[in-house]
């Protein structure tokens, strides 16, 4: 008896008590019984509860909520790195074209906004580090990194001229701006005028 080893007793299952002449078992040994009203094996222990009448209801819901629905299998748009440079996609463009949820559209006529005194010294910055380092002047990251630090480093006096001409381009681009939102309400207001007469 080496190799027989000892099973432990088999967990006793409650078994329903009923005619076993309607009585089917599942293999877990549940009970069931058919239905004399609707044909259909319920379970015993739910004998009490079940009503044909309400199983009639429930699938007659059920099967007018059912709709066959075909919808468009939309494919995922395809992110490319040849295109480095074009920063549109299908999906920007597509929402271009149904002006939803994109960015308004930008008046060419519009003036551009000014820099800021840290980009007017970037500008000049750029130019000086090319001539000095060559080299490391092609590196974008490199060339902002250490304008960074430069501009980081320079007291209030050395930034005072970099402010101030900033603060014309700024003075220049309000006046820029006062004309052209001139410019543009006296357009609305013709297009308004021939809109009217045409009615």
């Given at each position: ?10 967990k ?28 259909k ?119 005072k001229p ?38």
């Amino acid at each position: 008896m080496a190799g027989a080893s000892a099973k432990p007793n088999p967990k006793t299952r409650k078994r329903v008590d009923a005619d076993t002449g309607s009585l089917k078992r599942a293999r877990d040994g549940s009970a069931f019984m058919k239905c004399e009203a609707c044909k259909k094996d319920v379970a015993v222990a739910l004998v009490d509860m079940h009503s044909c009448s309400l199983d009639a209801k429930i699938k007659m819901t059920f099967e007018s909520q059912i709709e066959e629905r075909v919808t468009e299998i939309k494919k995922p748009v395809e992110k490319s790195k040849s295109s480095g440079s074009k920063k549109t996609s299908k999906v920007t463009t597509e929402r271009a074209k149904t002006g939803t949820k994109g960015k308004k559209e930008r008046d060419p006529n519009m003036p551009k906004r000014p820099p800021t005194a840290f980009f007017v010294f970037m500008d000049e910055f750029r130019k000086t580090f090319k001539e000095e380092n060559p080299e490391e002047a092609k590196s974008v990251s490199k060339v902002a990194k250490e304008g960074g630090e430069k501009w980081k480093s320079l007291s209030d006096e050395e930034k005072k001229p970099y402010l101030e001409k900033a603060a014309e381009l700024k003075a220049e681009y309000e006046k820029a701006m006062e004309k052209f939102n001139d410019s543009s309400k006296e357009a609305n207001e013709e297009e308004e005028g021939s809109v009217n007469e045409e009615e």
